[in-house]
């Protein structure tokens, strides 16, 4: 096996440079005599170039299932976007907002924690008397109002469910803006043609 063609720093900022200007890949890969990994390598390394400043770049490695990685592609591929790579580069970059704790959820939590420590405390006590009535074989200690009050308890635990699923679908809509703001430069260009 004949082994692989090395581009130099020159002919990738060549390759890169061809490339934004629209030769096709397959034209690039053959007129350099290398694969088309090599070429799209090429593009990758000079677009690094030009974000890192004259620092050197890193490539991240990411494991994922067969399912995972066709998921993630189907979501770029629904908003036009063909490179994986780039639009991983991009939320990475997005990280830091897409990461940051949301103080809004977070008081909302405590405050629905508290709530659910109120109301476990009341099941506790009812749970309690219900068993020192039954332990004496005394009647079950209802008052007039006991069914009523044990539907408005389980009344109350079922609007904090709806409470916490409408903070969670608030968040994620929340969060597909920010990862769709992240990735607008790159629909941007699969909306123009230049990717």
């Keep these: 096996m004949a082994k692989a063609r090395r581009l130099t720093e020159e002919e990738r900022l060549r390759i890169a440079r061809e490339r934004s200007q629209g030769a096709s890949a397959v034209d690039l890969a053959g007129q350099?005599?290398?694969?088309l990994k090599?070429?799209?390598?090429?593009?990758?390394h000079a677009q690094g170039r030009r974000i890192s400043n004259g620092s050197r770049v890193r490539v991240?490695?990411?494991?994922?299932?067969?399912?995972?990685?066709?998921?993630?592609?189907?979501?770029l591929s629904?908003?036009?976007i063909a490179h994986r790579s780039e639009a991983l580069r991009l939320l990475v970059l997005a990280a830091n907002g897409l990461?940051?704790?949301?103080?809004?959820m977070t008081d909302a939590m405590r405050d629905l924690t508290a709530a659910l420590n109120r109301v476990g405390n009341n099941v506790n006590q009812i749970a309690r008397r219900l068993n020192e009535a039954r332990v004496r074989g005394?009647?079950?200690?209802?008052?007039?109002s006991g069914p009523a009050?044990?539907?408005?308890?389980?009344?109350?635990?079922?609007?904090?469910?709806?409470?916490?699923?409408e903070l969670a679908s608030g968040r994620r809509?929340?969060?597909?803006?920010?990862v769709g703001s992240a990735l607008a430069p790159l629909m941007t260009e699969a909306q123009d043609g230049t990717v």
């Design 173 to 178: 809509k929340a969060l597909e803006l920010e």
């Design 60 to 75: 991240v490695g990411l494991r994922l299932s067969g399912a995972e990685v066709r998921n993630f592609d189907a979501a």
């Design 138 to 144: 005394e009647p079950l200690p209802w008052t007039g």
């Design 38 to 44: 090599s070429i799209y390598n090429a593009v990758n």
């Design 32 to 35: 350099y005599g290398v694969s």
């Design 149 to 165: 009050e044990i539907r408005a308890l389980a009344g109350l635990v079922f609007d904090m469910a709806d409470q916490i699923q």
């Design 99 to 104: 990461l940051a704790p949301d103080d809004h």
């Design 78 to 80: 629904s908003r036009g």
